[in-house]
C-alpha cells in the first residue's frame, strides 16, 4: 500500500516511504489470519460491554467500512458513539486533519468519566442475550427443503455409513455422545486409528478439526494451571486437596500432576458409569488407588458437591457448563464448589467464547444425552466470570488458545 492512500499529511508520507523498519508486503498467512480474527470480531461483537468510540475513515482504501458499521451495531454496550470521518484515508489518528479525531476522543473520555462508571448487568444472559439468541436459533429445525438443511443431512448419513465408522473417532463419537469423556480422550490421545488405510485417513482428518485441536490446547492449559495451584498450596502451606466434578476419564488430572507424592488426595467425579469404570482403571493402572478415588457424582447437585470430604483446596470443572444453557444450573453447580473449597483455595474453571463451527456441530452431531443434538450456548469470557465471582471467587488469570474457541482461567475462593 502506497503512503499517499493512507494519509493527506505529508510528514507522515514522508516518514513512512523513508522508514527501514516498516515491511512492505505481508505474509499470507499472517494476512488470513488477520481476515479470519477481524471476522470473528465483527461476528462475536456483542461480547463487547465497554463503552466504545468507533472512527470510520470516509475515504478508506484499504478497508471495507461495511464490516465497521456492523460491527458498531452488534456492540452490547449501551454507551457508544460513532463518526465517520469524512475525506479521512486509512490512517485516521495519523490525518492531515487529526485534531478533529482526538477533539472527539477528548470530548468521550471526559463524558465518561462525569458519570458512574457502567458495568454490565450478567444476570439474565441465558435469557437475553445474543447467545441466548444463537442458541434458540440451534434450538429451531431448518426449513425442510433449505440447502443447508440439504447439505447438513447429507453430512449426517455419510457420517453413519460403514465408510464414516471406518474412522475409530467417528466410530465412539456415535456410540457414546461426541461430546462424551470417551470421545475427548480419544481426541486428548491424538493418534488416529480406524478401519483400513481410508479409516485412518478419514479419522486424522477427524481429529485435525480445529474444534479438537482446540480440546488438545485447552487440556495443556488445564495441566498448566493445575500445577500452578499445587505450586501455590505449596507456598501457603495449605494441603492439596483436588476434586474435579465433571471428569471425564481424568487424563487431564493424571497427565498435569508429575508428583503424586505431592497431593494429599484426589477425588474425581462423573455422570456417566462408563467414564467412572475407565477412570478407575486408569488409575489401577498407575497404582494410584490409595490416593485418587473415582465415583459417580452430579455436577450440579450444590449439597453433594459442598458435603465434599476432605474439603478441597482445589476445585476443578472442564468442559461441562457449555452443554447446559440454563444458567440456574451453573449457579448451583459453582455454589455446590464455594460452599467446599476452604478459604484461599482455588477454583479451576473452562469456557467456551466463540466456536466457529457451532451450528455444524449442532445439525450434525449428536451427544451423550440419549442421541440427542450436540446443542451448546456460549457464554461470553465476561457472563462466565461474573457466574463465577457471584459464587464467592476471585478471578486471577485466565490462558487462551491461539483461535479464541476455550478459556481456562483460576479464581481464589474468597473469606468465607
Known sequence: MKAKFLTHDQTRIASYNNDPLITREIAVNILLELYQTAERVVKDAAAITLPTLLFISGSDYVVNSKPQHQFYQQLTSPIKERYVMEDFYHDTLGEKHRHLAFDKIRTFIERIFSIPRYQH???????????????????????????????????????????????????????????????????????????????????????????????????????????????????????VHIVDIAAGHGRYIFDAINEFSKVDSILLKDYSELNVTQGQAYIAERHLTDKIKFIIGNAFDAESIAATTPAPTLGIVSGLYELFPDNDLVRDSLRGLADAITENGYLIYTGQPWHPQLEVIARVLSSHRKNQPWIMRRRTQGEMDALVEKAGFEKLYQLTDNWGIFSVSIARRLHR
Not at 439474565?124 to 447438513?152: G, Q
Not at 470417551?182 to 485435525?208: E, F, H
Open 121 to 239: 448487568d450478567y444476570s439474565h444472559e441465558d435469557i437475553w442475550s445474543n447467545t441466548a439468541d444463537e442458541f434458540r436459533s440451534l434450538v429451531t429445525p431448518l426449513p425442510r427443503f433449505s440447502p443447508k438443511n440439504f447439505i447438513y443431512q447429507l453430512m449426517r448419513k455419510a457420517i453413519n455409513t460403514h465408510v464414516g465408522r471406518a474412522s475409530e473417532g467417528i466410530r465412539i463419537g456415535l456410540e457414546t455422545g461426541f461430546d462424551s469423556g470417551s470421545t475427548l480422550d480419544y481426541a486428548y490421545r491424538n493418534q488416529p486409528q480406524g478401519k483400513g488405510l481410508l479409516g485412518r485417513v478419514l479419522d486424522k482428518y477427524y481429529l485435525s478439526n480445529i474444534g479438537w485441536r482446540g480440546i488438545r490446547q485447552r487440556k495443556i492449559h488445564l495441566e498448566t494451571l493445575i500445577r500452578h495451584a499445587i505450586c501455590n498450596l505449596h507456598k501457603q502451606n495449605m494441603p
